[in-house]
């Protein structure tokens, strides 16, 4: 059994350059280190360690989601730094790409520069 241990999340990359100025000047998620394998992000207390690599085949489903608050400013915030947001045909999402869950959960979802699949997930009374 573990005992207290701080979770990382790890994501690859075949674009170095363009994924540390998303997640860190797009995002704005503090820079902790960086090194030629790998550049890791703080948020809220967790890390994200995105690995460099030659090669990368983005997978068709969520890798990686931020719980947050006030899920219309956020995404209008990143729509306004250059981010696009995902509209998927089976989903009724609102005209910023917000979909309403089953839970009254308010998610959207966006791409970094591999095609990793994001979710911003807003939580009904939180």
Not at 30 to 40: H, N, Q, T, V
Not at 65 to 79: P, W
Request: hydrophobic share 35%.
């Amino acid at each position: 059994m573990l005992v207290a241990p701080t979770i990382t999340a790890f994501l690859p990359t075949a674009k170095p350059k363009e994924s540390k100025q998303f997640y860190w000047h797009t995002l704005g998620l503090k820079l902790r280190s960086e090194d030629p394998y790998a550049f890791e992000f703080e948020g809220n207390g967790l890390v994200l360690r995105i690995t460099i690599v030659n090669e990368f085949t983005p997978q068709p489903f969520t890798v990686l989601g931020f719980r947050i608050d006030k899920i219309e400013s956020q995404v209008k915030t990143l729509q306004e730094k250059g981010v696009e947001f995902e509209k998927y045909g089976g989903l009724q999402q609102d005209d910023l790409g917000i979909w309403t869950s089953p839970s009254k959960a308010k998610i959207a979802w966006f791409k970094d520069p591999d095609g990793n699949l994001i979710s911003l997930t807003e939580y009904e009374n939180e």
